[in-house]
């Protein structure tokens, strides 16, 4: 059964990912791009990765390497983030409550020999609001190389995001997602997955995409991590999903207007607020506007 916030994506109009996620949770894509890609990125990441130390805390994993900021490690992450299939079901999914998706996060990892299986989770409950209502984030995991049970390949629970007050499943539920480099697998924020443990003699490697609804704060810092200089080189539609957009109403602004002004060669010292509101907003605050300035005129007010 698909869940009542997804109810309009069961119809035959809806991309077929789209509908898989709707009613499983989750989507392994096979042939998503050409291996030699995924090739160009390890090459791009593998001196960053080297010298990158492990995380701390269980949760990150103490045998787990992990950096963000994609965009400026690697120019064939953009391509993964842009990719056409991935962003159409992420703006069917996440547009249900937003204006458009944000970049949550970008992050390359590395899981080591001897790693252990990662405890159960939902992503989005890093988010403190209220569950079951909508879906917060959509993830997208590429691999960089052979996804195996041995080497600690992704497990997702089948139907989990049904119910999202239940963290305990039981392991034997959850399938594991075994992957070729070119492949990608896609989940929902509230649908419960977990690394598995790394029993192998090499590390398994692999890039997670975050999407987000565009008025969350989002996982990585992105304001912080990429410079409106940085910015400037994006791909346009890059540069607004890491925060060079406002989104109605109000948010995001830079000095009262949309922060893509930032990326203009020269930035007014001086702005005028511009109202970021929606159709039906606007409708509302100007007929207030008319009828308050109507009683000012009949009050004879200059």
Request: aromatic content about 8%; hydrophobic content about 40%; charged content about 20%.
């Amino acid at each position: 059964m698909i869940p009542a916030r997804f109810a309009t994506l069961a119809g035959p109009g809806t991309d077929p990912i789209s509908r898989e996620l709707a009613d499983k949770g989750f989507a392994v894509v096979r042939g998503a791009i050409d291996p030699a890609l995924v090739d160009g990125i390890n090459r791009e990441l593998d001196e960053r990765m080297e010298r990158t130390p492990f995380s701390v805390g269980a949760f990150h994993g103490n045998r787990t390497k992990r950096f963000h900021g994609l965009l400026k490690r690697s120019r064939g992450a953009r391509e993964l983030i842009l990719h056409d299939a991935v962003l159409a079901t992420v703006r069917t999914i996440l547009g249900q409550w937003c204006d458009f998706a944000q970049l949550n996060l970008s992050q390359a990892l590395e899981i080591h020999p001897g790693a252990p299986a990662q405890i159960a989770h939902r992503d989005q409950t890093m988010w403190p609001g209220p569950r079951g209502a909508m879906e917060y984030s959509v993830n997208v995991l590429w691999p960089l190389c052979r996804f195996t049970a041995e080497n600690g390949a992704t497990r997702m629970w089948p139907d989990s995001h049904h119910d999202h007050f239940q963290q305990e499943q039981d392991a034997g539920l959850a399938e594991t997602c075994l992957m070729e480099p070119g492949d990608v697998l896609l989940f929902l924020g509230s649908t419960l997955h977990a690394a598995g443990a790394n029993y192998s003699d090499r590390p398994r490697r692999g890039i997670i995409i975050s999407y987000s609804l565009g008025w969350l704060k989002s996982y990585e810092n992105q304001s912080l991590t990429y410079s409106p200089e940085f910015a400037r080189t994006l791909d346009p539609e890059l540069a607004a999903m890491i925060g060079y957009r406002w989104h109605r109403p109000n948010l995001g602004t830079y000095d009262g207007q949309c922060p893509s002004i930032l990326l203009q060669d020269q930035v007014p010292e001086y702005l005028a607020t511009f109202d970021s509101l929606t159709p039906a907003q606007t409708d509302i605050v100007d007929a207030h506007a008319r009828s308050e300035l109507a009683k000012m005129a009949v009050a004879g007010a200059p």
